[in-house]
């Protein structure tokens, strides 16, 4: 029999078991690889935090393998949610909270935003790891930033973003920008007032407060300083730095 | 055989008929990225050809652009996922190139003028030949741009540190070489060399 390749009817029914074949083969394939690629955004994350807590480069971090990350981390931190006013929440699991994804869920209701912490001990060094979500000029920007005992001095910082541009905003991830923090001691609060630390341009006044803007990268630049500026406040509650 | 040659020089998809030069741009920093971006275009491309050829004959024409996009897109798809779960750091850095391959000029071009009126077997040699010229494009203009912007060959470093400025030497990376420009300014060095050597391939007018 042979079939008229330009009827409506052929055409339709082509197209829908075309359609459904490659929806159903990649479906399979999704689900099958889903576990694998949730293991290499785990994985990163380790790394980002460990890197901000001081244990090793992120660069040297990168070349060990995915358990041992995933141990070193387990034996060195503790976790801790809390809400905007410092308070801990009980039951949440700090590492499962995507920052991202929590801060633009809740950017019209704040007070349900979750805080979370992740508190570094190791060979007597005691950091505090705070997770932190902005916006750069193409999409989302996120850092982790390492305090010190007195949950006051940053100690590390590390910030990764989304799709700034490469060679301009992308350079926040740089090791150029990043070291600003902590070669000379910054500060988030001055005395019992809130300052945080800020991005500015044309020169830093003052050296405990604010580190030098990217050149070419300005929207960028004041998206970590927007970033860093709000990103603390629940966590100097909670610690007990700043009035509840 | 004339299959696998042509496309590799005197038919190449990037310098002779300047298709798919966006990502030979935007991925060429380093070797890695521009190889990882190859082998993935290189199997859309044979895996697409291959799959076309076989339906050509049940591919209603009405909607056959449509149908070469689906099947395109669920390659491209395919190997997104697969980079993501083997390979995701490179699969951070090639970012949305990956799914740009669906709009890569050389792909669909081989479909229409190709896979469409030819058996699998000549198909799957033709997508070899498009996919290769293409590739040895990519890794010249990444060599090139990785050592020249980055000082490494594939990441390992080749200009000893004490020659660097910042260690007190003389020897500073290019910059330059890691922006997207130029990129251009090397296709159209192996654009220029090609037609030196090549002088039929220079048009009349």
Not at chain 1, 210 to 239: C, Q, W
Request: neutral net charge.
């Amino acid at each position: 029999m042979a079939i008229n390749k330009n009827s409506t009817g052929y055409t339709m029914t082509f197209a829908v078991i075309l359609v459904i074949i490659c929806g159903a083969g990649l479906a399979l394939l999704a689900t099958s690889l889903k576990k694998l690629q949730q293991a290499n955004v785990a994985n990163e994350k380790r790394q980002f935090i460990l890197a901000a807590a001081g244990y090793a480069s992120i660069d040297s971090l990168k070349k060990m393998e995915m358990t041992d990350v995933e141990k070193i981390f387990d034996d060195s931190f503790t976790e801790d949610v809390y809400d905007k006013d410092g308070n801990v929440i009980e039951g949440d699991i700090a590492f499962s909270i995507d920052i991202v994804k929590e801060y633009k869920a809740t950017k019209r209701s704040i007070d349900l935003r979750r805080y979370p912490v992740f508190h570094y001990s190791n060979a007597g060094v005691e950091r505090h790891i705070i997770p932190m979500a902005g916006n750069g000029l193409w999409g989302p920007i996120w850092g982790f930033i390492a305090l010190g005992k007195d949950m006051n001095t940053i100690e590390g910082v590390v910030f990764d973003h989304k799709s700034e541009t490469p060679g301009l905003g992308s350079k926040i991830a740089d090791d150029a920008f990043t070291r600003m923090f902590t070669e000379s001691p910054k500060t988030i609060m001055d005395g019992s007032k809130y300052v945080s630390v800020n991005v500015v341009k044309g020169g830093v006044k003052n050296p405990e407060h604010e580190v030098d803007a990217i050149a070419g990268a300005t929207i960028t630049s004041n998206g970590v300083g927007a970033m860093l500026r709000g990103g603390f406040t629940p966590y100097m509650k909670a610690f007990g730095l700043l009035k509840k | 055989m004339k299959l696998i040659k042509d496309p590799l020089n005197d038919s190449n998809p990037i310098s002779i008929q300047v298709l798919g030069i966006c990502s030979a741009l935007a991925i060429t920093i380093m070797l890695e990225n521009a190889f990882v971006m190859s082998l993935s275009v290189m199997f859309v491309l044979i895996a697409a050809n291959v799959i076309v050829s076989l339906i050509r004959n049940l591919i209603p024409d009405k909607i056959r652009i449509i149908v070469q996009l689906v099947i395109v897109a669920t390659l491209v798809i395919t190997v997104d996922q697969v980079l993501k779960a083997y390979v995701y750091e490179v699969s951070k850095q090639l970012s949305v190139f990956v799914g740009l391959i669906i709009t890569n000029c050389i792909i669909m071009g081989r479909l229409e003028a190709f896979a469409l009126a030819n058996k699998p077997m000549p198909s799957f040699w033709d997508a070899v030949g498009n996919g290769l010229g293409y590739a040895w494009i990519l890794i010249v203009v990444g060599f090139v741009r990785e050592v020249f912007g980055s000082g490494s060959i594939w990441g390992f470093n080749i200009i000893p540190e004490g020659m660097l400025i910042e260690e007190g030497g003389w020897y500073e990376h290019n910059g330059l070489m890691l922006l997207s420009p130029i990129a251009l300014f090397l296709v159209a060095t192996v654009i220029w060399v090609q037609r030196t050597k090549n002088r039929k391939l220079i048009e009349a007018n």
